[in-house]
């Protein structure tokens, strides 16, 4: 919640000196709080009140970066408790565990699966986003080992996993270019670990158990002057999870409550691996910026990934596909041409669709500012005229010999009036993209 | 200072609706299934009462339909039967109730006449004791016929009937009125409308309590997100006491999943992507998944395997998390 006009005025000195260029405090305080004003304008302004009312025109939730140049993952500078008050910022990163305990050829072997973890659905590039290193062998050497190991064979972000501070203080020098988020700093160790972060610029995850001694702990912390924080509740459960980073949200953005304003860190506990999915969703859906996972299965990635991609789209403004002619497989002069919009989804249903078909064929989404076609006939975005004309424009007629459309079966009412303007024949397609398999053989097979 | 959480005074909670009647009751389940009571968000168990968990009803059809291989595979032996369809349902995959959808009635598919739809309904009544959700075939003239005498031949089953839609919900809410059954809303993911379909019906003297909310989902990656923003603000809504928003809300979760290309599609196809077995598995139980926190009460779901891991799922977010 920013601060209201009246609240900044009682923060200033109240002389109405106007050499801010503004006749009253006031009339100074109401620009600040509508962000017309800097406070640098005052002159005398009182410390104590800049820094109360520098922090409370902060972001209520911090921005933490983890690693550094083009796979740097910026976590937190989140606003909203809904996705439809206005969108989510920041994608959560995904961090996969990779143990030490594990043998050099397994770290090697499972660091280069990670490393292949990407795909490509929809026109949109998911990607995972750092190996979190675990310290699970008795011996500290091994951690040493295996992050240089880690970090020799992926460019992607480092979480080291240590929380003592002997295991980890060799480590982080080697490696504390990448900007690794170190994990974690808890009640009977975070004097040595701030030190550590601090030294070496790297973020830090603070460990509590419970809520209150979160709090505790990370004023402790930024008492020591450090800022870098993600925070992790110590919930292990499901359910305590889903309340505690609900909690920690709501706390931050709704008062502002500063010991909570940065993001939240989330790991799994399920064993079986789609279990482990299923709880990952509930984090992705409950305020986690940071998921430490198990399993490193496409099969099990791409839904995951693809639910993130989801939540974080802009629910202000649809997704689109560009307006051009789209060849579906391999297409000659005799392939069927579908005309759709350019609503994201609308398009890919249909191109999903026109795949499964097995025929050949082009496809052409008529830009309607994203709309689907009901949404866009209604709006009078896609009508006779726009279509024609776009088919014109994109020269389709030069790609293929026959002339003939097939338009979406809710807009049947086009056809006439289409085929009058472009004196191609138009035919009426089903009204689900999912009638196209059938309908293409009937009419292409 | 000690810290102070942040917890919502809700106005009201959801309608709670009852499905399935006893024997006690004018009916012949084993027992009925109550959705919906909550209180607060979806699991915020810390600041109101969720009194009753999230139930995966399981789809039997009564024809044998079109399904994709890895959802054939775990019912080969019974498609062809809805009555041992729905008891394999409910007795080794674990199914809370049954929802029966009449797809054999489409006349432009098998065209079933209205006595084979009614005796599917029947044999499903016979074959299993838990409540039965019985939907048409999506034809509007035909649905009314077949819904109409199935509301009549299951009188005192206390179904839940659907779909009833802006354009068409006077026919089955005179149904379900007059046999006393449970009506399906359905809207096309729009909260006006939703809210709109809701106030026709209980004009129509429909109890609110009697009504379950369809909002048209879409799955994951194919507009899930517009399904769950509606529904984030369809529960918000009934919190703060709209009663037209605030009925229970379902979510055909299988069907949508199991139409996408990702749910399907063979590892030749998309090398990339990884085993379609497992990938079909959660793209179904990630819908269902990430739609329990926007709020579903009632999932309609398929693959026994996602029926599983969405139950467990459900078993520990209704683990109380009270302060």
Redesign the interface.
Known sequence: MALTGLEIYKQLPKKNCGECGTPTCLAFAMNLAAGKASLDACPYVSPEAREALESAAAPPIAKVILGTGDKAVEMGDETEL???DKRFNHEPAIALRVSDALSKDEVLSRVQSINDL?????GQHYTVQAIAVTHDAQEPEAFVQTVELVAANTDLNLVLMAEDPAVLTPVVPKVAARKPLLYAANVNNYEAMVSLAKEHGCPLAVKASG??EL?GLVEKITGLGYKQLVLDPGAR????A???F??IR??AI??RFRPFGYPIMALTTSTDP??E???A??YI??YASLIVLNTI????????L??RQ??Y?D?QVPIRVEEKIYEVGEVNENSPVYITTNFS?TY??VE?EV??SRIPSYIIPVDTNGLSVLTAYADGKFDAEKIASVIKKLGIENKVKHRTLVIPGLVAVLKGKLEDLTGWKVLVGPREA?GIPSFARNNFA | MPLQLLKEKNRAAVQKVTLGATKEEGGTRTHTITIGGDAALPFHHFEGEIPHRPVVAMEVQDIEPDWPDALKKCFVDVMKEPGRWAEKCVKEYGADLIYLKLDGADPEGANRSVEDCVAAVKEVLQAVGVPLIVVGCGDAEKDKEVLEAVAEAAAGENLLLGNAEQDNYKSLTAACLVHKHNIIARSPLDINICKQLNILITEMNMPPNRIVIDPSIGSLGYGIEYAYSIMERTRLGALQGDKMLSMPVLCTVGYEAWRTKEAVAPVSDFPGWGDTEERGILWEAVTATALLQAGAHLLLMRHPKAVALVKENIEKLMVSNAY
Request: avoid cysteine; proline fraction near 4%.
């Open positions: 809904f996705r439809h990407s795909f490509d659905r929809v809520l209150e709090a459960s499901l359910s305590r889903v309340a505690d609900t909690q709501r706390l709704k008062k789609l279990a999915v299923l709880e969703v509930n859906a409950k299965a496409k099969a099990h990635l791409l839904p995951l693809s639910w989801n939540l789209t629910p989804l890919y249903s999903g795949e499964s999912s």
